[in-house]
């Protein structure tokens, strides 16, 4: 790190150079894990949710530049560099470049930076993966419905894993013990999780109805969504609202369907038709008193 460049500008330099290759954009992603001087292991042990949370794009071909065939997604791809920057912007500041943090979120990887915990981990990502949704809202109406979706489905399960760990009673209510170790992003639980490969098609672009994904969708993966995401989710807005300073967040709920970049209208697909025998029991034992 030379030159004159502040902290901010240098990180998007780093982002501008692999805008168009998603292997280096993994590896980039890969690289803010290991501190300005490459030796940060505390820090290093989160990249394996971190990477799960991006393993997935890659394979669905979202960050493919946007004249390949086929190309990726302009809306995925912005997202993704949201959370690349803002990484490297908070390397850079603690390498000694100048500037201040640019954002709240480059603010949250600086406490994550100064103790690296899980809550101070899913506090970073999520408020640069909520920043990430906000600002480019524009492009997600420009997706295919049931690729706005699984936007929806990627944004409640981030928020939901940031609960296990930061408000576990919310998040499993009886069984709040249970989140910490469940949710910790260091651990496979969490990185399978977080993965969404069993949640989300694994190709792109999506030229069916939601209708129709979700009848092919992973059953244990549906369950977890309908029996105990979903009947919190205003809850768990509201929370991360507050929890990550972004009081935008609440606008992205309505009466407990998510509603980012998708109609109000279509929102029962937001509740199962038919939950099996485990799924009624998972929700009773895990419901909110």
Request: aromatic content about 10%; hydrophobic content about 45%.
């Amino acid at each position: 790190m030379t030159g004159n460049l502040t902290a901010a500008a240098w990180a998007e330099e780093q982002v501008a150079a692999v805008r168009d290759d998603p292997a280096r954009r993994r590896a980039l992603l890969e690289r803010t894990y290991r501190g300005p001087d490459g030796h940060a292991p505390r820090h290093r042990r989160f990249r394996r949710a971190a990477l799960s949370f991006m393993r997935w794009q890659l394979q669905r071909g979202l960050l493919q530049p946007l004249d390949a065939s086929p190309p990726g997604s302009e809306w995925w791809r912005r997202v993704n560099g949201r959370l690349l920057r803002d990484g490297c912007e908070a390397v850079a500041l603690a390498a000694g470049l100048p500037g201040e943090p640019s954002s709240e979120p480059v603010r949250w990887w600086n406490a994550f930076v100064a103790a690296p915990t899980a809550s101070t981990w899913y506090r970073a990502h999520n408020a640069s993966i909520a920043a990430g949704y906000l600002e480019n809202a524009g492009l997600a109406a420009r997706e295919s419905e049931p690729e706005r979706f699984f936007m929806n489905v990627a944004l409640l399960r981030v928020q939901y894993a940031h609960a296990l760990v930061a408000a576990p009673r919310l998040a499993l209510a009886r069984f709040a013990p249970l989140g910490r170790v469940l949710g910790d992003p260091r651990l496979g639980m969490a990185g399978a999780f977080l993965s969404l490969g069993r949640v989300l098609p694994d190709r792109y672009p999506l030229d069916d109805d939601v209708e129709t994904y979700l009848a092919g969708e992973h059953r244990l993966g549906r369950v977890l969504d309908y029996a105990v995401i979903v009947p919190r989710l205003q809850r768990l807005y509201d929370w991360s609202a507050q929890e990550l300073r972004e009081p935008r967040l609440c606008g992205l709920v309505h009466d407990g369907n998510p509603v980012y970049a998708f109609p109000r209208e279509k929102c029962h697909v937001w509740r199962a038709r038919q939950m099996p025998w485990y799924g009624r029991a998972l929700e009773r034992a895990t419901r909110i008193g």
